[in-house]
Protein backbone atom coordinates (compact mmCIF):
# COMPACT_ATOMS: atom_id res chain seq x y z
CA UNK A 1 0.00 0.00 0.00
CA UNK A 2 2.67 2.89 0.68
CA UNK A 3 4.62 2.02 -2.58
CA UNK A 4 1.32 2.54 -3.90
CA UNK A 5 1.08 5.92 -2.44
CA UNK A 6 4.48 6.27 -3.14
CA UNK A 7 4.32 6.07 -6.81
CA UNK A 8 0.97 8.73 -7.01
CA UNK A 9 3.09 10.99 -5.49
CA UNK A 10 5.96 10.88 -7.94
CA UNK A 11 3.17 11.39 -10.26
CA UNK A 12 1.15 14.00 -8.05
CA UNK A 13 4.58 16.00 -8.20
CA UNK A 14 5.20 15.38 -11.99
CA UNK A 15 2.07 17.15 -12.69
CA UNK A 16 2.71 19.90 -10.01
CA UNK A 17 6.12 20.41 -11.51
CA UNK A 18 4.81 20.42 -15.11
CA UNK A 19 2.28 23.56 -14.05
CA UNK A 20 4.17 25.57 -11.68
CA UNK A 21 7.19 25.73 -14.49
CA UNK A 22 4.51 27.14 -17.30
CA UNK A 23 2.51 29.69 -15.17
CA UNK A 24 3.04 33.54 -14.25
CA UNK A 25 0.12 33.90 -12.42
CA UNK A 26 0.31 34.41 -8.76
CA UNK A 27 -0.88 31.84 -6.51
CA UNK A 28 -0.04 31.23 -3.00
CA UNK A 29 2.28 28.56 -1.33
CA UNK A 30 1.80 25.03 -0.56
CA UNK A 31 2.38 23.92 3.02
CA UNK A 32 2.74 20.82 4.77
CA UNK A 33 2.13 20.33 8.32
CA UNK A 34 3.32 18.89 10.63
CA UNK A 35 1.02 16.31 11.56
CA UNK A 36 1.07 13.81 14.32
CA UNK A 37 1.86 11.22 14.42
CA UNK A 38 4.88 11.04 11.69
CA UNK A 39 7.83 9.58 13.83
CA UNK A 40 9.27 7.18 11.64
CA UNK A 41 9.67 6.01 7.93
CA UNK A 42 6.29 4.21 8.21
CA UNK A 43 4.87 7.55 9.56
CA UNK A 44 6.90 10.08 7.30
CA UNK A 45 4.59 12.72 5.68
CA UNK A 46 5.25 13.49 1.63
CA UNK A 47 6.88 16.73 0.73
CA UNK A 48 6.69 17.95 -2.06
CA UNK A 49 10.50 19.93 -3.99
CA UNK A 50 10.57 23.53 -3.72
CA UNK A 51 10.35 23.99 -7.27
CA UNK A 52 10.87 28.46 -7.12
CA UNK A 53 12.70 30.03 -10.05
CA UNK A 54 13.63 33.21 -10.44
CA UNK A 55 10.72 34.49 -12.75
CA UNK A 56 8.54 32.85 -10.23
CA UNK A 57 10.00 35.21 -7.56
CA UNK A 58 9.46 38.20 -9.52
CA UNK A 59 5.93 37.63 -10.94
CA UNK A 60 4.77 36.53 -7.13
CA UNK A 61 4.10 33.10 -7.98
CA UNK A 62 4.28 30.86 -5.49
CA UNK A 63 2.49 27.85 -6.87
CA UNK A 64 5.86 26.59 -6.83
CA UNK A 65 7.03 27.37 -3.31
CA UNK A 66 5.97 23.93 -1.54
CA UNK A 67 7.84 23.83 2.41
CA UNK A 68 7.17 21.77 5.35
CA UNK A 69 6.29 23.46 9.02
CA UNK A 70 6.15 22.03 12.45
CA UNK A 71 7.53 21.92 16.43
CA UNK A 72 9.60 19.89 17.88
CA UNK A 73 8.62 18.97 21.79
CA UNK A 74 10.29 17.03 24.36
CA UNK A 75 11.65 13.88 22.14
CA UNK A 76 9.59 14.46 19.50
CA UNK A 77 10.83 13.60 16.18
CA UNK A 78 9.09 14.32 12.99
CA UNK A 79 9.75 12.93 9.36
CA UNK A 80 8.89 13.35 5.99
CA UNK A 81 9.21 11.91 2.70
CA UNK A 82 10.56 13.30 -1.08
CA UNK A 83 11.37 12.60 -4.28
CA UNK A 84 13.78 14.09 -6.37
CA UNK A 85 12.41 13.81 -10.08
CA UNK A 86 14.40 17.32 -10.90
CA UNK A 87 17.14 19.34 -10.17
CA UNK A 88 20.86 18.89 -9.64
CA UNK A 89 21.96 21.22 -6.78
CA UNK A 90 19.46 21.13 -4.52
CA UNK A 91 19.41 22.84 -1.06
CA UNK A 92 17.79 22.90 2.18
CA UNK A 93 16.75 25.98 3.40
CA UNK A 94 15.80 26.43 7.06
CA UNK A 95 13.87 29.15 9.54
CA UNK A 96 13.08 28.56 13.18
CA UNK A 97 13.81 29.67 16.57
CA UNK A 98 16.46 29.65 18.93
CA UNK A 99 18.63 25.91 19.64
CA UNK A 100 19.89 22.99 17.85
CA UNK A 101 17.87 20.87 15.15
CA UNK A 102 18.96 18.71 13.22
CA UNK A 103 17.81 17.09 9.71
CA UNK A 104 19.11 14.03 8.73
CA UNK A 105 18.84 13.30 4.99
CA UNK A 106 18.15 9.13 4.16
CA UNK A 107 18.50 7.77 1.23
CA UNK A 108 15.55 5.36 1.18
CA UNK A 109 17.36 2.17 -0.64
CA UNK A 110 20.10 1.77 2.28
CA UNK A 111 18.22 3.75 4.97
CA UNK A 112 21.42 5.35 5.69
CA UNK A 113 22.27 8.51 6.95
CA UNK A 114 23.91 10.35 3.85
CA UNK A 115 24.38 13.59 5.38
CA UNK A 116 23.27 15.53 8.48
CA UNK A 117 22.93 19.38 8.45
CA UNK A 118 22.88 21.19 11.82
CA UNK A 119 20.39 24.11 12.35
CA UNK A 120 22.27 26.25 15.27
CA UNK A 121 20.29 29.25 16.44
CA UNK A 122 20.29 30.33 13.46
CA UNK A 123 24.13 31.12 12.33
CA UNK A 124 22.98 29.62 8.94
CA UNK A 125 20.11 28.99 7.04
CA UNK A 126 21.15 27.50 3.83
CA UNK A 127 22.94 24.44 3.02
CA UNK A 128 23.72 22.28 -0.20
CA UNK A 129 22.44 19.22 0.55
CA UNK A 130 23.73 15.78 -1.74
CA UNK A 131 21.11 14.15 -3.35
CA UNK A 132 21.28 12.75 -6.92
CA UNK A 133 18.14 12.75 -9.14
CA UNK A 134 15.42 9.81 -9.52
CA UNK A 135 15.57 8.79 -5.86
CA UNK A 136 13.55 8.75 -2.57
CA UNK A 137 15.15 10.42 0.13
CA UNK A 138 13.46 10.53 3.99
CA UNK A 139 14.05 13.86 6.28
CA UNK A 140 14.39 13.18 9.68
CA UNK A 141 14.12 16.65 11.72
CA UNK A 142 14.79 16.44 15.36
CA UNK A 143 16.87 18.24 18.24
CA UNK A 144 18.79 16.55 21.61
CA UNK A 145 18.10 19.58 23.49
CA UNK A 146 14.84 18.56 24.95
CA UNK A 147 15.01 21.08 27.91
CA UNK A 148 13.52 23.55 24.71
CA UNK A 149 9.90 22.03 25.09
CA UNK A 150 9.14 23.79 21.55
CA UNK A 151 11.19 24.61 18.92
CA UNK A 152 9.56 25.76 16.00
CA UNK A 153 10.53 25.01 12.60
CA UNK A 154 10.19 25.73 8.38
CA UNK A 155 12.25 24.39 5.49
CA UNK A 156 12.03 23.90 2.09
CA UNK A 157 14.44 21.30 0.54
CA UNK A 158 15.11 21.95 -4.28
CA UNK A 159 15.75 25.20 -5.38
CA UNK A 160 17.24 28.14 -3.39
CA UNK A 161 14.69 29.99 -2.37
CA UNK A 162 14.84 33.76 -3.78
CA UNK A 163 14.89 37.54 -2.33
CA UNK A 164 14.27 40.42 -3.97
CA UNK A 165 16.71 43.54 -4.03
CA UNK A 166 17.33 47.37 -4.99
CA UNK A 167 20.78 48.60 -6.35
CA UNK A 168 22.00 52.39 -7.14
CA UNK A 169 24.45 53.40 -9.15
CA UNK A 170 25.57 56.86 -9.03
CA UNK A 171 27.61 58.74 -11.45
CA UNK A 172 28.38 62.43 -9.47
CA UNK A 173 27.63 65.63 -11.22
CA UNK A 174 27.31 65.40 -15.45
CA UNK A 175 27.11 67.91 -17.70
CA UNK A 176 24.29 66.91 -20.62
CA UNK A 177 25.43 69.26 -23.67
CA UNK A 178 22.83 71.25 -25.67
CA UNK A 179 21.73 68.64 -28.58
CA UNK A 180 24.35 66.51 -27.87
CA UNK A 181 24.45 63.07 -25.92
CA UNK A 182 26.20 62.22 -22.09
CA UNK A 183 26.85 58.18 -21.78
CA UNK A 184 28.75 56.12 -19.29
CA UNK A 185 29.47 52.63 -18.22
CA UNK A 186 30.39 50.73 -14.69
CA UNK A 187 31.78 47.18 -14.54
CA UNK A 188 29.55 46.04 -11.74
CA UNK A 189 31.67 42.99 -11.98
CA UNK A 190 34.79 44.62 -10.30
CA UNK A 191 32.68 45.95 -7.52
CA UNK A 192 31.12 43.15 -5.64
CA UNK A 193 28.20 45.60 -4.71
CA UNK A 194 25.12 42.98 -5.00
CA UNK A 195 24.56 39.11 -4.61
CA UNK A 196 25.99 36.52 -6.50
CA UNK A 197 23.49 35.30 -8.51
CA UNK A 198 21.67 38.34 -9.25
CA UNK A 199 20.01 38.80 -12.09
CA UNK A 200 18.14 42.33 -12.87
CA UNK A 201 14.28 42.79 -13.71
CA UNK A 202 13.80 46.29 -13.73
CA UNK A 203 16.14 49.32 -14.96
CA UNK A 204 15.37 52.90 -14.23
CA UNK A 205 17.63 55.74 -15.60
CA UNK A 206 17.15 58.68 -13.81
CA UNK A 207 18.83 61.89 -12.58
CA UNK A 208 17.44 65.00 -14.49
CA UNK A 209 14.64 66.42 -15.97
CA UNK A 210 12.44 65.29 -19.10
CA UNK A 211 12.92 68.76 -20.41
CA UNK A 212 16.74 68.26 -20.42
CA UNK A 213 16.29 64.47 -21.50
CA UNK A 214 13.44 63.11 -23.10
CA UNK A 215 15.53 59.76 -24.49
CA UNK A 216 17.27 57.63 -22.67
CA UNK A 217 19.16 53.88 -23.39
CA UNK A 218 20.73 51.24 -21.53
CA UNK A 219 23.40 49.15 -22.59
CA UNK A 220 24.63 45.64 -22.09
CA UNK A 221 26.68 43.24 -24.25
CA UNK A 222 24.03 40.53 -24.34
CA UNK A 223 21.20 43.13 -25.16
CA UNK A 224 23.63 46.27 -27.10
CA UNK A 225 21.38 49.97 -26.47
CA UNK A 226 18.09 49.43 -25.73
CA UNK A 227 15.93 52.81 -25.73
CA UNK A 228 13.58 53.27 -21.93
CA UNK A 229 10.00 52.93 -21.86
CA UNK A 230 7.28 56.12 -20.85
CA UNK A 231 9.20 57.13 -17.30
CA UNK A 232 12.49 56.06 -18.07
CA UNK A 233 12.47 52.44 -17.24
CA UNK A 234 12.49 49.16 -19.11
CA UNK A 235 11.31 45.91 -17.46
CA UNK A 236 13.82 43.20 -18.22
CA UNK A 237 13.59 39.27 -19.01
CA UNK A 238 14.78 37.33 -16.22
CA UNK A 239 17.50 35.31 -17.59
CA UNK A 240 21.52 35.07 -17.46
CA UNK A 241 21.46 38.18 -20.45
CA UNK A 242 19.91 40.59 -17.82
CA UNK A 243 22.54 39.33 -15.05
CA UNK A 244 24.05 42.20 -12.30
CA UNK A 245 27.22 41.40 -12.52
CA UNK A 246 28.90 42.34 -15.98
CA UNK A 247 29.41 45.64 -17.72
CA UNK A 248 26.29 48.34 -17.76
CA UNK A 249 26.12 51.49 -19.43
CA UNK A 250 23.20 54.57 -20.03
CA UNK A 251 23.20 56.98 -21.91
CA UNK A 252 20.85 60.73 -21.72
CA UNK A 253 20.05 62.13 -25.06
CA UNK A 254 19.51 66.06 -24.69
CA UNK A 255 16.26 67.85 -24.96
CA UNK A 256 17.24 70.99 -24.40
CA UNK A 257 18.89 74.43 -26.15
CA UNK A 258 21.42 75.01 -23.41
CA UNK A 259 24.32 72.75 -21.16
CA UNK A 260 22.70 71.12 -18.31
CA UNK A 261 24.03 70.36 -14.93
CA UNK A 262 22.84 66.75 -13.72
CA UNK A 263 23.05 63.71 -11.68
CA UNK A 264 23.55 60.80 -13.90
CA UNK A 265 22.37 57.14 -12.40
CA UNK A 266 20.25 54.15 -12.81
CA UNK A 267 18.52 52.30 -10.30
CA UNK A 268 18.08 48.04 -10.89
CA UNK A 269 15.84 45.69 -9.27
CA UNK A 270 16.73 42.67 -9.05
CA UNK A 271 16.85 38.71 -7.85
CA UNK A 272 18.68 36.62 -5.82
CA UNK A 273 19.25 32.91 -4.76
CA UNK A 274 19.34 32.71 -1.19
CA UNK A 275 22.83 30.63 -1.26
CA UNK A 276 24.72 28.95 1.50
CA UNK A 277 27.24 31.34 3.53
CA UNK A 278 30.09 29.64 1.71
CA UNK A 279 29.12 30.17 -1.77
CA UNK A 280 28.24 33.69 -1.28
Keep these: MFKVKRFMFVILATIV???????????????????????????????????????????????AYNYAQGTLSGDDEDWYYIYLFSIDEVYLTIS????????????DSTKEVIQTVTYLNASEHVFRVNMERGKYYYIRVYHNNFTDINSDYKFSI??????????????????LPAGGEWEKGVNL???????????????????????????????????????????????????????LDQEWKIKYQSSSKKNVSFFPQFTMLYVYPRLPLSEQ
Design 17 to 63: FMICGKTNVAHASSVTKDTEPNNSYDEAQFLSLNLMTYSHRVSENYR
Design 96 to 107: GGTGAMYFDIID
Design 158 to 175: GRPEYLLGLYTHKFGTGI
Design 189 to 243: VEMNVVPKGSIGYKITISGCTSSASDSRYFWNKPSGWITTKTGFYYELPVIDDSK
